[in-house]
């Protein structure tokens, strides 16, 4: 039979009581869907590669009666699932994964999971950069405007634990990686808004367009009547939304979904045809100051002046969320209110302390060469730049002139110190250091009033710290304790 989902969502679409389901790594995502699976009628099974000691909630779950691997994968709970549910790391061409598809057994992600018992419209957010920040920033200004809002998915709760829950929410504004979405079947955001594609996770993809398929999922159950937010700034968007059946704004053309452009040029040309109505750009841009909100031959202006966020990269993130807002019928005065009162995230270009006139920045998320390239393009001041970390298989050499034109001294640390080395040599001053600790010290002697101590790796953490958390929080530590 069909199970019923939770409360008054809709009837689900996967069936899982009495079939066999594997989940697959038992992060915080994991743990959460092997519950929900348990209580939905399903016999579960789950395995990791990671020992039970690094794993929360084993014991919860063995006491549920859910079988638990840990330390490696058996190809027996692959071969014996009639469905296998992906956590967000794990890699899709792992060899069990590859004999449990050839034997026919479905395998989706956590997300499509969710989605099956959600009925409530999704508002995703897709990108290589800005994701955290943006779907924040739309959850506030959403329950600003007086909306119930569950915000989640990439981001603290996963989606599976709102389709757990009793209580409903006006919109559910859910973070997605290309992770997440490489297991879609079925999953349809309402509205869809996608940021930037810039090279990232080169280490799990065969290479960028492979990757760059992955982020363009999001589009892929879309409807009549749904909305795309899509940044007409980047040149691998604009490629790749040609190919797809578009409506542009307020046309009125028969077809899949309506896209609404934002833009920082000055002034922005449509990439769907030339001009919009009476020859001007319909969407949200950015022009002197102002962003600026244009549809059906109206305008509406928002002031940037006390933004709190600085920096390009920033405002894109907000002209998504002011075109995102609009489409949920917040009122503009509760929006601009909203994005003033807004300081931004830790370890995303924040601003930790200032010491004799120079500015030091934990911008630890930045774990990709495109996050790097926007914070740098974001600081007018000559920049000690403290890098490195896990290499992700990108092209550095893409900063050359930006790494040559503002970076006075580049310090380097971890796995990927010499590749990045190798990249900027002759470009600037380089220095390599063993330790994060080192890092902030070379630093601190280097920099003089007007300068900008910034950490931004382009790089994940995994090969010196458990997170790009710990390795943010270890910076501010050691900022703070400079005298």
């Known amino acids: 039979m069909k199970i019923q989902a939770m409360g008054n969502r809709q009837e689900a679409t996967i069936e899982l009581q009495g079939k066999n389901v594997l989940v697959v790594g038992?992060?915080?995502?994991g743990v959460s869907v092997a519950r929900f699976l348990h209580e939905h009628g399903a016999i579960v099974a789950a395995t990791d590669v990671s020992p039970a000691s690094q794993i929360k909630g084993v014991d919860e779950l063995q006491k549920i009666g859910i079988e638990v691997e840990t330390g490696g994968h058996s190809l027996k709970h692959f071969?014996?699932?009639d469905l296998i549910v992906l956590s967000p790391g794990v890699p899709p061409d792992l060899e069990p994964l590859?004999?449990?598809?050839?034997?026919?057994?479905?395998?989706?992600?956590?997300?499509?999971l969710a989605y099956s018992f959600i009925k409530e419209p999704i508002v995703a957010i897709a990108g290589t950069n800005g994701k955290t920040t943006t779907t924040t920033l739309i959850g506030k200004i959403l329950e600003a405007g007086g909306k119930k809002v569950f915000v989640g998915g990439n981001i603290g709760l996963p989606l599976i634990e709102y389709a757990a829950g009793g209580e409903t929410a006006d919109y559910l504004v859910v973070e997605v990686s290309s992770f997440q979405l490489e297991g879609i079947r079925k999953f349809r955001p309402h509205i869809a808004i996608l940021l930037n594609i810039t090279e990232d996770h080169l280490d799990r993809y065969a290479g960028f367009e492979e990757y760059a398929a992955a982020k363009f999922r999001l589009f892929e159950n879309m409807k009549q009547g749904d909305v795309a937010v899509v940044n007409n700034d980047d040149a691998v968007i604009n490629s790749k939304l040609k190919t797809l059946p578009l409506q542009v704004l307020s046309r009125g053309q028969k077809s899949k979904f309506k896209v609404i452009p934002f833009s920082s040029g000055n002034p922005p040309v449509s990439p769907f045809e030339k001009g919009g109505i009476k020859g001007g750009f319909e969407g949200i841009y950015y022009s002197n100051g102002n962003i600026v909100y244009s549809f059906e031959g109206a305008e509406e202006s928002y002031p940037t002046g006390n933004f709190k966020l600085k920096g390009i990269h920033n405002i894109e993130n907000i002209m998504a969320s002011i075109a995102v807002a609009r489409e949920c019928g917040i009122a503009k005065d509760v929006i601009q209110k909203t994005i003033e009162s807004f300081k931004g995230l830790p370890h995303r270009m924040e601003l930790i302390r200032e010491i004799n006139g120079v500015g030091y920045y934990n911008d630890s998320k930045g774990t990709n060469?495109?996050?790097?390239?926007?914070s740098l393009e974001g600081i007018d001041s000559p920049v000690i730049l403290i890098a490195g970390g896990k290499d992700k298989g990108g092209d550095y050499r893409v900063l050359n002139d930006l790494i040559k034109k503002k970076v006075k001294s580049l310090i380097l640390l971890g796995e990927a110190k010499n590749k990045i080395k190798n990249a900027f040599n002759g470009l600037t001053e380089i220095v390599i250091v063993e330790s994060l600790k080192q890092a902030v010290d070379t630093a601190g002697a280097k920099a003089v009033k007007g300068d900008v101590v910034l950490l931004s790796p382009a790089c994940s953490s995994f090969d010196m710290?458990?997170?790009?958390?710990?390795?943010?929080?270890i910076f501010r530590r050691l900022v703070e304790t400079i005298c």
């Open 79 to 81: 071969l014996n699932a």
């Open 98 to 112: 590859q004999e449990a598809r050839k034997k026919g057994v479905e395998i989706i992600s956590e997300i499509e």
């Open 26 to 29: 038992l992060a915080k995502t």
């Open 369 to 374: 060469i495109g996050a790097l390239q926007k």
């Open 465 to 473: 710290f458990k997170d790009y958390k710990e390795r943010g929080e």
